[in-house]
């Protein structure tokens, strides 16, 4: 009785958990605690946008991070050790 009981809760939440899918064109809702924006500041702008990109680096500069500590740079020519993978047991 009680198993029987159980599915059919199981299923019936199941089916309202699907019933709450949006569906058609998913649009912002307005915001609660202010005005909403006017059409003007809703419209796409086509325009391109200037990337602010820093400073070239030699190849001889380092990088950081924001620790401090050095990132070390990718060698393209070196080859990457995968002979040891092979060697992992699974769990």
Do not use: H, Q, W
């Amino acid at each position: 009785m009680r198993r029987p009981t159980k599915l059919i809760f199981a299923l019936s939440a199941c089916a309202m958990m699907a019933a709450c899918g949006i569906r058609g064109d998913l649009e912002r809702p307005p915001p609660i605690f202010s005005d909403p924006p006017d059409e003007e500041a809703m419209t796409p702008v086509a325009s391109p946008v200037e990337l602010a990109l820093g400073p070239e680096k030699g190849s001889d500069e380092a990088y950081y991070n924001e620790l401090g500590g050095e990132i070390p740079k990718p060698d393209p020519a070196a080859d990457v050790g995968e002979g040891g993978l092979g060697d992992i047991e699974p769990g």
